[in-house]
Every structure is written in C-alpha cells, then in structure tokens.
C-alpha cells in the first residue's frame, strides 16, 4: 500500500501536517457557458488533490509535489508578482489572492499529492488551488465561506496563472455533493443540488491526448465570444454577455455576426437551453432524453464551437450501441481529455472493457477508464 501523505510529509519536514482535499470534476453538461455568465450542471468526483501543511518558524513558504522533483521556496513578504512558469504558480496565486484579502500568510511547508490526471480535462488545477486555499487559511486563522474560496481561487487562475477560465471548477470543487451534480447559475452563483439516480455510474474515458488550458485556443475562444457580445449589444444594449442572448434573439439578429462569431455564439445560446433542459430531464430520471442532450452538446462542441478533436470523437463514437450506456460527450475544456458517459450502473464494468477495446483499434492509443460517483467537495481530512 502506497506511504499515507501524513507519513511521507513527517519524514520530509520532520512535522505533523494537517491535510485537506479538493476534488476535480466532469460535467455533465453546460460547456463553456460558465464564462458567459451561463449554467453548468457539474459534480464532483472520487479523484482528488490532497494538500499537507505544517507551519515553520520562518519566512519561508517551501513548496514539493510528490509528482514533480524539487522544491520552491520563497519569502510569504516577498511572493513574486508574476508566474514562474510551474506547477507552483496555482499554489502562489492562492497565497498572493489570500494576501490581497488581507489573510495573513505565514511560513509553512506544503506538499501535494495529486490523483485528479493533469490536463484530462478534469480540473486538476482547481483541486490544487482549492486544496491549498483551503491549507493556507487553516494557518492563517481566517475564515472564508466556500463560495468566496472559489472565487478567490478562479481569480488567482485568470490574473496569475494567466488562463482566463470561468467559475465552474473551482465552484464545484469546493461545492460539490456526493450523489448530486450541482446546477450552477453562473451569474448569481446561485445553485441547485440536483439528485442523480442512484442505478447511474458516471464512466470517466481519457483519450490520453493532453491539453494546455493556458495557451490560445480556450482564451481566443472567450475573446470570440465577448465580441459577439459588442456586436449584438449595438442593436440590443441590455445584452451584457451571450447569457443574455435568447434564442429567438439569434436567430433575429444572427447576420450581424461574422460567420465563424456566429457559430460560436450559436454553440453557448444553445448549449444554455440544454443545460435547463437536462435538470428537467434528470429530475424525471429521462435517462434517454438526458443522454439526447449530451450527444447534441457534444456535437455542438465539435461542430460549432470546434474544441473537440479526433480522439474524442472517437470515444464518443466508440461508446455508441453499448449495453447500459445512455449518453455522452466530451467534458471539460476539450481539444483533448476526456469524455463523460452515463451509464446503468450493472453494465458499467463491461462498458469500461469494451469501449477501451474499441478506442485502442480506433486511435491506436491505450485509454484509461474511470468508474464513478458523485463525491462531496473540498474539505479537512484529519
Ligand atoms: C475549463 C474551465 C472552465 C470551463 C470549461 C469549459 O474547465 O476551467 O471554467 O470554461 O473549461 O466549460
């Protein structure tokens, strides 16, 4: 059995650590609305990021990761400004947005320990911003209610980091419950807990194509749809971001936009419906009609909003006609990662054999599968 992270952590920094974890998530549908003010319908899963801390009698924040060699070390008066360019980065924009808040950093030993896959699509990095949010108040002696972490943590991603994501992530990293996905209105960040059947597995497929949130496409495509929004809001001045886009309102005043700006704005007027139409559909446990939203989104994603890739279509593709499964689509930010299937949970095991089958004789890449549930959010392990 693999060392526990109290152990590993005591035989580094010679002291007990207190631990907390935060999960990573998939999303069942609601795909790149939240920055335009949408809904998403996320949840939580079993993969997590666990973070240790103990405090020091210095200056010193000294960061290590189990996953990468080496060691950061910096003085909590002097946090750099900018990024380094390394896993760290999530950890510092935390401390620095902590700081900003007036949270009072003190020197400290951290180590992680991460099991959310780093750039599946997952929210790897909301889980170590959420974790470490999380360990840093606990020395500090302040208290946040989890709402604001979460913003908090989306900050330090947008202005420190540099990747210009939405809330979505780290709301339900840090919001999630087990058993529910959570339907978010990302406006209000007012939200609904929404049951999911007890008879569905959610079946995590990772392409093992990797994607790098940070370089252009994800924020090229914020800035197509905030375009959309300048455009549309010359005829149509109460539209603030395409949430307030109808789609009758589209389909009005759709040929003032670029074709390639239309297509995208098409993707999330569209993609919004869906979202309320999936809670409706979950809450009827309309397995079929839920499934029928999440093939129409995928397709959406590949088609108009051209953030899938081969890989992903193929596991999409790949899922089709197999026992149990009711629906799927690729989730997350895409161009690589993974899918989310719905499935009975009795066929799950099979499904996760057969379609890993499938996708090695499509792409020629080895899949990796993940059977899961709905789990709670961040919190205190010990
Ligand atoms: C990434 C971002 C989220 C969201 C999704 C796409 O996961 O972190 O904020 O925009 O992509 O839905």
Known sequence: MAISLACRFEEIFSSIPRIYRAPGRINLIGEHTDYNDGFVMPAAIGLSTQVAIAPRTDRKLVLRSEEVSGEFEFDVHHLPERRVGAWCDYVLGVALGLQRRGCEIKGANLLVRGEVPIGAGLSSSAALEVASALALLSLSGAALAMPEVAKLCREAENSFVGARVGIMDQFVSCMGKAGHAVLLDCRSLEFKLVPIPREIRLVICNTMVKHDLAVGSYNARREECEEAVRILARRNPEIRALRDVSVDLLAKYGEDLPAVIRKRCSHVVHENQRVLDAVQALAAADLTRLGELMRESHRSLRDLYEVSCRELDLM????????????????????????????????????????????????????RVYICAAEDGAQAVN
Not at 317 to 331: S, V
Not at 350 to 367: C, D, H, V
């Open 316 to 367: 999409v593709e790949a899922a089709e006609g197999l026992p149990g499964y009711c629906g799927g689509r690729m989730t997350g930010g895409g161009f690589g990662g993974c899918t989310i299937n719905l499935m009975r949970a009795d066929n799950a095991q099979e499904f996760a054999a057969q379609i890993s089958e499938r996708y090695r004789r499509a792409a020629g890449i080895e899949p």
